[in-house]
């Protein structure tokens, strides 16, 4: 297949995001999209598919099949899915409800849907490893677990172009080694590709790579000399007088920011966390991490309250047993939390600023207008983040990067006791990537602030991390890391 991209031009909301961008692909020729967040490069993909307006060319040629007939497929970085009544309006807190996850369907439901007596079915399952999921409801997946079902379902559809953005982001080690060795394998059986990733995550199937930035075309050619020029971006200055002003929380006296007694969480007959013995103390700094699925998520809802469960275990936030009297609100005023599932559940025709504002009232969106006292911090916050220029955009104006740095000001805004953050860095750039590892690591050292990072990168963890729980297979194990 030949692919010939000329002028290619796209305007969103009376803003050009793609300035006449022209890229001949040749038959043999695999090719990588890199670039910046909010670059442009999934409105490229999009433009792809003919899934939005542009002006310009794009013209494809196949040898065997009329261009009609080609099958051209976009596996998004975030999926959206429905449940049996065909309603996608979920929220966050659906997918730790058993009997929510009995209106949606299973994985292998979803793959029936996709292709019931496909013959490489079981090859697919197999080759992404998603056999052992089969049975799990797909609103219980995790970041990564859909994605891979993502993936499977896409070559159950006899792709002859499959664009992919950013199909790393949420797989753990194991997932990203296996999705290289798919993508090779799939290049081989013939499969045109296209890959919007970061430099690090470009396997070998790749002949040619594109860098965009501010929707142009900087710089073209093979993937063997690209990679070698692809120089290190300038490092984002942060502003730390204004993080001084930004941060605003009084200490409050307790010892234990989380305490589990011997936690042990069941899906009907399914263990997720067995005997969990785990104590973070105030002002430690955590890394929580483990292979995709296994119950990272599950632990964290029980300590933001989002779990029922978490009632009938001996959980104890900020020295208080849960369930003694407190209320939902009460714990989740002292927590600031961001993760890939809460991103993905949330209001996308939220403003920037209703988003960033929600976090200092713990909703999923904005019922209640802030004072001005309340608006100063907010956007002090978002200029901190280089993000105030988007106040007044609606989250789905947004790249999905952009998208995340407005997540996290939500999470930070209230300048909390315990700051969960759950892969922050995941569709970030490199030079936003070690903005964000800056910045936490600053809040660490002048500030009280508890901290559990996740992350699936260890390039990708701020210094200030002390100790780390491994999780595997619902059993923990506990390291230090740094002397406290």
Known sequence: ????????????????????????????????????????????????????????????????????????????????????????????????????????????????????????????????????????????????????????????????????DNPFIGLDTAGRDSLSRGLDQISKDGVKLILIASEHDIPACFTHIALINNGTILNKGLASQMKKELAKADEIPLDIELLKNCYTHIPESFAYAVKMVNVTIRYNEKQILSNINWEVKRGEKWNLRGPNGSGKSTLLSLITADNPQAYATEIYLFDKRKGTGESIWDIKKKIGYLS???????????????????????????????????????????????????????????????????????????????????????????????FIKNLIDQLCKTNETTLIYVSHYQEDIPTAVQFSLSLDAGKATIQTITSP
């Open 340 to 434: 890939p599932e809460i991103h993905l559940f949330f209001n996308q025709g939220e403003t920037a600023f209703q988003t960033v504002a929600s976090g200092l009232y713990d909703t999923i969106g904005l019922f209640r207008k802030p004072d001005a006292e309340k608006i100063a911090i907010i956007l002090n916050w978002m200029k901190l983040l280089k993000i105030d220029q988007f106040a007044d955009k609606m989250l789905n104006q947004l790249s999905l990067g952009e998208q995340r740095l407005v997540m996290l000001a939500r999470a930070l805004v209230k300048s909390p006791a315990l700051l969960i953050l759950d892969e922050p860095c995941q569709g970030l750039d490199q030079q936003q990537t070690s």
């Open 1 to 164: 297949m030949k692919i010939i991209i000329q002028d290619l031009l796209v305007s969103l909301s009376g803003k050009i995001v793609l300035n006449k961008i022209s890229l001949p692909i040749a038959d043999k020729e695999q090719w990588a999209i890199l670039g910046p967040s909010g670059s442009g490069k999934t409105t490229l993909a999009k433009a792809l598919t003919k899934s939005i307006f542009f002006r310009g060319l794009i013209e494809l040629s196949h040898d065997q099949k009329a261009i009609d007939a080609l099958n051209i497929i976009l596996i998004e970085q975030q999926h959206r899915f429905k449940n049996k009544s065909n309603v996608e309006n979920f929220y966050y807190q659906q997918r730790f409800n058993s009997a929510d996850s009995e209106e949606t369907r299973t994985t292998e439901e979803e793959l029936n849907l996709a292709s019931e007596n496909h013959p490489d079915k079981s090859k697919w399952i197999n080759f992404f490893n998603i056999q052992d999921i089969l049975d799990k409801p797909i609103i219980q997946l995790s970041n990564g677990e859909n994605k891979r079902l993502q993936l499977v379902k896409a070559m159950l559809k006899n792709p002859d172009l499959l664009i992919l």
